[in-house]
């Protein structure tokens, strides 16, 4: 199976460390970005799978990060990760087209799989 | 405001209004009465003046009359012709029928004899020489004397007029009875105490007075100084008080007295005083009756709207409370996910290790599994009271489902059964079979429902009975879920919906349960109310509206984004 190339973009660099090294162990390609700037730069540069975006990030916010992607790349799945179960956020991320949402903290395997759903969900209708 | 300020309040209005109404309203009547007893007391005394004015002119036309009638008898005749009795008696006669009063006429000599003499006594032989009239007659021409008993032995006076004739002064004297002044006077005698007398310049009566005594007796007038016209006098006697006009005579100094009981007179005025203070009194209870009524109305309904917007304070307190409390509760919990994902994600990479078999195997190893397993066991739980923090902060929208409450409720008891069971503890339902259904959110109501629960099995402990009642309310449906327990202290009661608030021991209880029942059913539309007494137990009451129609929007202003 082709590895699997995910961008996971947070802010705080421990967060991206911890998933990133086990992310790795599970035969993924990973790459993070520190900010919504830095995460639309990197999906210009390289072809994603699946994005994983937080929500609640400094400078340009997360759902400003997803409406942004979806306009450039609408066939990219976004799974949205928030500290928040706030509704309204939620609501608006699942309609400005994110795959899907975990609530922090989550586990890697969680959202690992929750990552290999978007891949499957993306390949059934090319397929 | 307490009670004691809105008594005065209360007072402080009622004086207010008193005051601006009643002081106006005396301060018309004073004025009114005051001018009208002035005006009324100048009426009376003028009208005495006038009655006593007219009076004396009436007596002094009299008095002119008599001495013009006399002149002229005197200077028709000389005394030669007057000199004969037949003569003077024919003259008597016709001046008798003119004037009845004159009672008989004299011709006097210049000796002071009798010269002739007509009339009903017998006075021929009288000499007037010493008579101090005599010599007033014979210096100024004319004289009228006092009134006085004299030879006739009954009250009259004399007017005495002079002739001088060729070489002989001779005087026509007549004599005058002086009833006819009593009977001139009374018809001026006014009222049950009214007066009217003449006296001479010494104060002796010149008629009877009706209470101050006979003819020549002394009239009781205090002292007064005489003006040469009309005099009021006001003096008091035996508790009356007596007003007096006293006008002079013109030909004598005899003075006419008309007296007036100022009360008896004035009893008018003191009806209409009277009758004035009476529709005054009138006025003043009505006007006392309206202020206190209006002002009653008024801070009844002033303390119904403060307590109305007491409540409404607590309530605003109580939300506000409640939203920045889970501003806090929302924020801390997501500063906390991020490290607790670390933590766990790093304890997860060395379980990675671990099971890709990098290490090999070792006790060591097991160890640090083991370990790996602590860690991630406790981050769960430290996640679980974040969620929950969270949750009290804002959960998923409400469901709208027709929710059958007594069925909820008989379910959730199910779920507690055992436990129920385990500390001997009887739960009894009494629910209204004909409670309607309500349109909510089932699962959140449940948590609410199983919230209660918990918490009057732990308030119980062992050995004791929950009660759950239902019964329908105004546009809502209501639960009673009352315990056995040992009851909340009352300075705690007012606390127990705050968030954080919990009398467990550390660790037991996060003390969110209560505020996240009480913040789902604000966001549910319901409420809910405790009521606790120290030994008896406590009963929480939870109201939920028929149909809850929520407002978009709304419900997310306190949550944090």
Known sequence: MKKIRLLLVDDETDFLHAYTRRFIRRNAEIESAQSGEEALEKIEGGRFDVVILDVMMPGMSGLETLRRIKALHPELPVIILTGHANSKALIEGMESGAFD??????????????VLDAVRARRLPSD | MTDTSYTRLRLSLMLLTLGLSLVPLFALGFVIDSEFRESYGDKLTSNLKLVAHNKADALDVFL?????????????????????QQALELVFDTVHEASPSIIDLGVIGQNGRHVAYSGPFDLRDVNYKDEPWFHQAMLKGLYISDVFMGFRNFPHFIIAVKRREGGRTWILRATIDSDIFTGLVRNVQSGASGDAYLVNREGVLQTPSRFGGKVLGQ?????????????????????????????PLAHTDWRLVV???QQEELSPLLRAQSLIFGLFLICALMIAAGAYLSVGSVVKRLQKADKARAAMDAAVVQSNKMASLGKLAAGVAHEINNPLSIIRESAGWIRDIINDGELGESTAVDDLQEATSDIERHVERARTVTHRMLGFARRMEPLQEDVDLNMLARQTVSFLENEIRHRN?????????????????????????????????????????????????????????ADSGEGISPENVSKVFDPFFTTKPTGEGTGLGLSIVYST?????????????????????????????????????????
């Open chain 1, 101 to 114: 949402y975990l609530l922090k903290p989550v586990g890697t395997d969680e959202l690992y799989f929750k």
């Open chain 2, 64 to 84: 002119t009359e008599r001495v013009v009638q006399l002149e002229m008898v005197a200077g028709m005749n000389t005394l030669d012709s007057l000199s004969n």
């Open chain 2, 219 to 247: 009239a009781s007038l205090p002292a007064y100084r005489p003006s040469g016209d009309v005099d009021v006098v006001r003096w008091t006697e035996d508790g009356t008080e007596l007003v007096a006009g006293i006008a």
């Open chain 2, 259 to 261: 007296i007036e009981n």
């Open chain 2, 425 to 481: 503890i009887e739960v009894e339902c009494r629910f209204d079979q004909d409670l309607p259904l309500i349109t909510t959110d089932a699962n959140q109501i449940q948590q609410v429902i199983l919230n209660l629960l918990e918490n009057a099995i732990d308030a119980i402990g062992h050995d004791g009975c929950i009660e759950v009642e239902t019964r329908p309310g105004d546009g809502a449906v209501v639960m009673d879920i």
């Open chain 2, 521 to 561: 059913l604000k966001k549910l539309g319901g409420g809910i109310d405790v009521r606790s007494e120290r030994g008896v137990g406590t009963t929480f009451t939870i109201t939920l509206p028929l149909v809850h129609v929520s407002i978009p929007g709304r419900q997310e202003e306190s949550w944090t984004e």
